[in-house]
């Protein structure tokens, strides 16, 4: 017996990530300048143009790769694997799954530091290429 794949449907996936967001239609049709019905005709959608893709994207502070890399189950399994390791009160009791943040913000926090490392190591070899170029324009 053979299961039948599913498409990357990618409307779906930006409803879903906008749901985790805390965001409504109208909120995400408002930020890109657009109806919340156009908003809802993107989300039945199974694909959508690579720049509107971009500005969703943005809007909902998540790169266009991590809408097309959502995975529900995957969304779930991560959430569920947060454990607050605190204590709640003086006699120790340990309460599993109770995050007094979001994991979703500690996800992009650490894909913009990430990014902020790149950029870092790009302007030092920058820096290297013009100090050898000035090398060897004085030989």
Do not use: W
């Amino acid at each position: 017996m053979e299961t039948a794949i599913k498409p990357n449907h990618i409307g779906r996936k930006i409803s879903r990530i906008r749901e985790l967001r805390g965001m409504k239609q109208e909120t995400l049709a408002e930020a890109l300048g657009i109806s919340q019905q156009a908003v809802s005709k993107i989300e039945q959608s199974e694909k959508v143009e690579d720049d509107k893709l971009e500005q969703i994207a943005k809007i909902l502070g998540v790169t266009k790769e991590a809408i097309g890399n959502f995975s529900e189950e995957l969304a779930i399994n991560y959430f569920n694997n947060f454990y607050d390791n605190s204590f709640s009160n003086s006699q120790g009791t340990f309460h599993p799954n109770n995050c007094t943040f979001n994991p979703l913000d500690k996800l992009l926090e650490a894909h913009e530091e990430n990014k902020k490392l790149y950029e870092r190591l790009l302007k030092s070899e920058q820096d290297k290429i013009e100090y050898l170029e000035k090398l060897l324009k004085e030989k």
